[in-house]
């Protein structure tokens, strides 16, 4: 059994910056544009669908309900229920990232946006905000509405049943269903689906408003759930409505595919990276392992391999090819496509960073792009010029530290010098870096 799922297009609230939580904002035009492309997505894809669920907010009905046009599913029923709604972002409803650090200080909102089960200050039940208020939950007990407030551990408590009791059954009937929804009621979903742990659940990947996502299930004999196999974008290309999709075809002769390294064991310790060769953690092969599997069903063949020198992006680059039978491409490995030298922080941890040098101090390295960290010095084991891997490499380009902007500085003149002029004829390159040289 396979089940489509939508992530609602971008809100006026989102152009806006504002943490929307249960807020009824419309779509933006931006936002249309993105249903619209998912539906033309599924449409080349000729998927039909028996229903679709949603939530009681009109972003996501509005989703669902254009994708379903365009997708020529027009007459298929669409179930609205507030079980799928977004998480309540209490006090933070209706305010922006700056007003809401404003009145409640950075720490506590990011506590509260990167906690699993942390609540956010909860709206009182006489504010406006509180869903008591809105006629469209008029027929719930309120003891079932949020408290004025959710983390995600409570948005599972709401969404997981509702996909027992009203969406599986119809999936175990044999219905083609589509679920459109938000970026945490589907998060939501997808831990319990996918089992992952309580602490990993925010870290789980959402994918584009225009990218439709499949998850195909095997259903038990009994029972209330499905057992969960894979999950894959249709990585459909982005149609533009306004060009003819056969013109755009027949243009289209070469492709690059980007790929982020998996998780290395430094990234699951919580280190920061930086250029430390750290290798591959079992969850990480089996994330490259996943994308290779995912190349194959597509039926993509690559022609050459672009990756930096660190193990933890070459082997993802191997296992990759390895899995979607593309093992005798050509790697090449290149520095320059290395991530942002981390300078001092290279090797710790943020609490040992923020013990060294100050919360203050590292939030502003790490969320700048033109401000690089302290960078440590050529006597210092953590300078890329006392790595053998550099040898070649003359002493003066090499970095101690980096800011996003210098990073660019390199990655880009390799992407015009040595990637882009092999795009010529018929070619799939493969590009498998890291998060800021991407």
Same mark, same amino acid.
């Given at each position: 059994?396979?089940?489509?799922?939508?992530?609602?297009?971008?809100?006026?609230?989102?152009?806006?910056?504002?943490?929307?939580?249960?807020?009824?904002?419309?779509?933006?035009?931006?936002?249309?544009?993105?249903?619209?492309?998912?539906?033309?997505?599924?449409?080349?894809?000729?998927?039909?669908?028996? !229903?679709?669920?949603?939530?009681?907010?009109?972003?996501?009905?509005?989703?669902?309900?254009?994708?379903?046009?365009?997708?020529?599913? =027009?007459?298929?029923?669409?179930?609205?229920?507030?079980?799928?709604?977004?998480?309540?972002?209490?006090?933070?409803?209706?305010?922006?990232?700056?007003?809401?650090?404003?009145?409640?200080?950075?720490?506590?909102?990011?506590?509260? @946006?990167?906690?699993?089960? %942390?609540?956010?200050?909860?709206?009182?039940?006489?504010? +406006?905000? $509180?869903?008591?208020?809105? +006629?469209?939950?008029?027929?719930?007990?309120?003891?079932?509405? +949020?408290?004025?407030?959710?983390?995600?551990?409570?948005?599972v408590k709401r969404v &997981?049943?509702?996909? *027992?009791?009203?969406? &599986?059954?119809?999936?175990?009937?044999?219905?083609?269903?589509?679920?459109?929804? $938000?970026? =945490?009621?589907?998060?939501?979903?997808? *831990?319990?689906?996918? #089992?992952?742990?309580?602490?990993?659940?925010?870290?789980?990947?959402?994918?584009?408003?225009?990218?439709?996502?499949? !998850?195909?299930?095997?259903? +038990?004999?009994?029972?209330?759930?499905? %057992?969960?196999?894979?999950?894959?974008?249709? =990585?459909?290309?982005?149609?533009?409505?306004? &060009?003819?999709?056969?013109?755009?075809?027949?243009?289209?002769?070469?492709?690059?595919?980007?790929?982020?390294?998996?998780?290395s064991l430094g990234n699951?310790?919580?280190?920061?990276?930086?250029?430390?060769?750290?290798?591959?953690?079992?969850?990480?092969?089996?994330?490259?392992?996943?994308?290779?599997?995912?190349?194959?069903?597509?039926?993509?063949? !690559?022609?050459?391999?672009?990756?930096?020198?660190?193990? @933890?992006?070459?082997?993802?680059?191997?296992? &990759?090819?390895?899995?979607?039978?593309?093992?005798?491409?050509?790697?090449? @490995?290149?520095?320059?496509? =290395?991530?942002?030298?981390?300078?001092?922080?290279?090797?710790?941890?943020?609490?040992?960073?923020?013990?060294?040098?100050?919360?203050?101090?590292?939030?502003?390295?790490?969320?700048?792009?033109?401000?690089?960290?302290?960078?440590?010095?050529?006597?210092?084991?953590?300078?890329?010029? #006392?790595?053998?891997?550099?040898?070649?490499?003359?002493?003066?380009?090499?970095?101690?530290?980096?800011?996003?902007?210098?990073?660019?500085?390199?990655?880009?003149?390799?992407?015009?010098n040595n990637i882009a002029?092999?795009?010529?004829?018929?070619?799939?390159?493969?590009?498998?870096?890291?998060?800021?040289?991407?």
């Open positions: 059994a396979k089940v489509v799922f939508i992530r609602h297009g971008e809100s006026q609230g989102n152009a806006k910056n504002v943490y929307t939580g249960w807020d009824d904002t419309p779509l933006s035009i931006k936002g249309e544009q993105e249903a619209e492309e998912a539906g033309l997505c599924l449409k080349a894809k000729g998927l039909k669908f028996d !229903i679709c669920f949603t939530s009681a907010l009109q972003r996501a009905t509005k989703t669902a309900e254009r994708v379903l046009k365009v997708s020529g599913n =027009n007459s298929v029923p669409v179930d609205k229920s507030w079980k799928l709604n977004a998480r309540h972002s209490g006090g933070l409803q209706g305010l922006t990232q700056a007003e809401a650090v404003e009145r409640y200080g950075e720490s506590k909102v990011t506590l509260w @946006r990167s906690s699993y089960d %942390i609540l956010p200050a909860c709206v009182e039940r006489s504010d +406006p905000r $509180h869903p008591v208020h809105d +006629p469209k939950y008029a027929g719930v007990a309120p003891e079932l509405l +949020p408290p004025g407030g959710e983390s995600l551990a409570c948005t &997981v049943p509702h996909w *027992k009791e009203k969406i &599986v059954p119809r999936i175990r009937a044999g219905d083609s269903v589509m679920v459109a929804a $938000h970026k =945490n009621s589907l998060r939501a979903l997808w *831990k319990h689906l996918e #089992n992952v742990p309580d602490e990993d659940a925010l870290d789980i990947k959402m994918m584009p408003a225009s990218a439709p996502l499949v !998850i195909e299930f095997q259903i +038990p004999p009994v029972g209330d759930d499905l %057992i969960f196999l894979r999950k894959y974008s249709l =990585n459909a290309p982005t149609f533009n409505p306004k &060009v003819r999709i056969d013109s755009l075809s027949n243009s289209v002769t070469n492709k690059v595919f980007f790929l982020r390294h998996s998780e699951a310790k919580g280190i920061y990276g930086g250029w430390e060769d750290a290798a591959l953690s079992m969850k990480g092969e089996q994330q490259a392992v996943q994308a290779g599997l995912l190349l194959k069903q597509q039926g993509v063949t !690559i022609t050459h391999v672009f990756t930096s020198v660190l193990q @933890r992006a070459v082997r993802t680059a191997e296992l &990759v090819c390895g899995a979607s039978d593309n093992e005798d491409v050509p790697i090449t @490995r290149a520095w320059q496509l =290395n991530p942002g030298h981390s300078g001092v922080l290279q090797g710790l941890t943020e609490v040992e960073a923020f013990e060294m040098y100050g919360e203050e101090k590292v939030k502003h390295w790490r969320s700048s792009d033109d401000v690089k960290p302290e960078s440590v010095d050529l006597k210092d084991p953590r300078h890329p010029a #006392n790595d053998k891997l550099y040898a070649e490499v003359p002493v003066e380009e090499l970095p101690g530290g980096e800011s996003l902007h210098m990073t660019a500085a390199r990655v880009w003149p390799y992407w015009t002029p092999m795009l010529t004829g018929e070619q799939n390159i493969l590009v498998v870096a890291h998060r800021d040289s991407l």
